[in-house]
């Protein structure tokens, strides 16, 4: 008798994990792994003394977090959104071409050494571009959809890293102080949850029915 309610206890232990407990891991995994990842490579561009490999592998970092934050996102449902997610690290990487514009020099010291900080790193882009590419891109062109999401992360991921050196830059408003390090790494996992939600609620309105268009053809 003992041995049957062993059993049966353990059948609903195995229930209650596999009904509650796993799908919660899996869900949270994905965060955890993006706050491992990002706290890791950080540590490894610390630690380097060579500033060429230094600046290589910072960015590189913004890429990968990029690119994980995007597969977060899109959940990897289909080939299209590893494309998004390559394209997203691409995005990542690229900002930091505005040093060199600034500098008007391809020399690394100079790229670094600027007096104010490139146009590409100001967080008003993500005010100004991102609505610009729902309206002009995202709602004519099917297959650009996700590209103002995919931009935001991008964009937002790059800042928020190198906010925690120099603070956000809110062109023309000024910027504010440095994030602390813990802040920074917890912003960097909640921003794909937050754009994740907000691409799902957006895809859920209903459209605006073409019929009360009559409304205001006069
Ligand atoms: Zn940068």
């Known amino acids: 008798m003992a041995d049957f309610l062993i059993i049966v206890s ?3 232990s195995l229930r209650f994990l596999s009904k509650n407990v796993l799908p919660l891991v899996s869900r949270t995994l994905p965060y955890g792994f993006i706050g491992f990842v990002c706290y890791g490579l950080d540590a490894i561009c610390l630690s380097m003394q060579n500033v060429h490999l230094r600046a290589i592998l910072d960015n590189f970092t913004h890429g990968i977090i990029s690119c994980i934050s ?5 959940e990897i449902r289909t080939p299209r959104d590893v494309i998004d997610a390559i394209s997203s690290g691409i995005i990542a990487c690229s900002l930091d071409v ?3 514009v600034a500098a008007k020099s391809l020399k690394l010291q100079d790229a670094l050494h ?3 900080r490139p146009f590409l790193h100001s967080t008003t882009v993500v005010f100004i571009v991102v609505p610009m590419l729902e309206v002009f891109l995202a709602q004519n062109i099917p297959y650009l959809q996700s590209l103002p999401y995919l ?3 991008a964009i937002i991921s790059h800042h928020l890293r190198d906010g925690h050196r120099r603070g956000l830059w809110f062109w023309p408003i000024g910027s504010t102080p440095a994030i602390p390090y813990w802040l920074y790494v917890v912003y960097i996992v909640a921003l794909p949850y937050f754009v994740k939600e907000l691409k799902v609620s957006v895809e859920k309105t209903p459209d605006f029915p073409v019929s009360n268009n009559l409304l205001f053809n006069v």
């Open 151 to 153: 931009f935001a992360v």
């Open 10 to 12: 353990a059948t609903s």
């Open 70 to 74: 995007w597969c977060i996102v899109s």
């Open 98 to 100: 505005d040093h060199f």
């Open 114 to 116: 600027l007096q104010n």
